[in-house]
């Protein structure tokens, strides 16, 4: 068996981004991975500005002012955000300024207003302010070239609104990853059909489906299969022709009907491993097909899910262009305890929330999908580990 390491190598150095790309504007660049380097094009803010209420003047001209001894300037005018008139206030004079508004040239400080008699045409200053004090000068949040959005990273929401404070309308981004998904099993009926005993619900199509939407993945038309290795071979000659990445569920293990032994023959398909160690999910079977790679998932919903996590959402990133595509580890305290001994490696749903990793439900089989409910980790157990308890300190996998 493979450790789960060195299965994820082998994934990882068959895996090259995508070369397709393409140009998304603003509005629709939430989740998609940048395809260049996008460097400021100005500066922001473009000009100093005011934070708040109150005159722009120069802290020479109120130095030692206090409510007993104030300092009176003359009020040359007044200026608001958005107001494109240049003021230039001279020696013992201020500009009455509202938050976002043009600090003029000459002018170093800005006073609150509540330090001030609100005058209009004279100002009594109350306090002293030094030189550079509540002015937000042109460029402190971005300078000019600064690169803001680097090529390989995936665009958040806060990317998107510094792009749209130096007006950039869109991005070159990479193209979805194509993915087909094909869910095997003569045992599936799907949702809304009559389900006659022995027969169960597709829920690996399903939810393998929506996970893929949640990755910007492209998924072309999901399908499920009979367990006939021929049929199988078929539908994947022809899902490859139009995907970057194959993904199937079912048939992996030792069994009468776990076809994929004999599927990867028929394709002509590299085989890179079959087994991991480690549970749920351990019978993955992985190859390379006309130059994308083949993850054979368990039939076992969580089993699916969760190799899908660790093995298949790496290899996504990674073919999406993203330059952080390792999977993302932290330590944390558990809460609850597990009573089962891990002899082998052992992946387990939890919930954390700041240090905290809580168990999602006392069902640790690999069929069982309700568990994940809830779940945003998996807490990794090391083989030869015994029952865990409330307070041990655990290694979790974020999802």
Not at 278 to 295: A, D, N, T
């Amino acid at each position: 068996m493979e450790s789960l390491e060195s299965a994820l190598a082998l994934l990882m150095e068959r895996v090259h981004p995508v070369e397709r790309t393409e140009y998304a504007p603003l509005h629709a660049l939430l989740g998609r991975v940048a395809a260049e380097d996008v460097a400021a094009p100005m500066q922001v803010p473009p000009f100093d500005r005011s934070p708040l209420d109150g005159y722009a003047l120069r802290g020479a001209d109120i130095a030692g002012a206090s409510r007993e001894c104030p300092a009176r300037l003359r009020v040359i005018g007044e200026a608001c955000a958005g107001c494109g008139e240049r003021f230039a206030p001279g020696p013992g004079e201020a500009l009455r300024v509202m938050t976002g508004a043009p600090v003029p040239a000459g002018c170093d400080c800005v006073v609150r207003q509540e330090d001030t008699d609100l005058g209009m045409e004279t100002v009594a200053v109350y306090t002293a302010v030094p030189a550079g004090r509540n002015v937000c000068r042109a460029g402190e949040d971005v300078r000019l070239g600064d690169v803001l959005l680097h090529r390989g990273e995936r665009i958040t929401a806060a990317h998107i609104g510094v792009l749209a404070s130096l007006g950039v309308t869109g991005a070159k981004v990479y193209a979805p990853v194509r993915a087909a998904l094909l869910c095997t099993g003569d045992e599936l009926r799907q949702p809304g059909e009559t389900l006659p005993f022995g027969k169960i619900y597709d829920a690996n199509r399903a939810v393998l489906s929506a996970r893929l939407s949640e990755l910007g993945v492209s998924l072309a038309s999901p399908e499920s299969a009979q367990d006939d290795p021929e049929t199988v071979a078929q539908a994947l000659r022809k899902a490859a022709e139009h995907c970057d990445v194959l993904l199937t569920t079912g048939g992996v293990s030792v069994g009468k009907k776990d076809i994929f032994h004999q599927v990867l023959p028929l394709l002509g398909a590299e085989r890179l491993f079959w087994k991991v160690a480690m549970k749920p999910g351990s019978p993955l079977l992985c190859g390379v097909y006309e130059g994308k790679l083949l993850i054979c998932l368990s039939g076992n919903p969580f089993a699916a899910l969760a190799c899908f996590e660790v093995f298949a959402v790496p290899v996504l990133r990674r073919l999406a262009g993203e330059t952080r595509a390792a999977l993302r580890r932290t330590q944390g305290t558990l809460t609850g305890d597990f009573p089962k001994e891990s002899k082998g490696r052992r992946l387990i749903r939890a919930r954390m929330e700041g240090d905290r990793v809580t168990l999602t439900g006392a069902n640790h089989s690999s069929g069982s999908l309700a568990t994940m409910i809830g779940c945003n980790c998996l807490i990794d157990i090391p083989a030869g580990t015994g029952p865990l308890h409330t307070g041990d300190r655990v290694e979790v996998i974020l999802l």
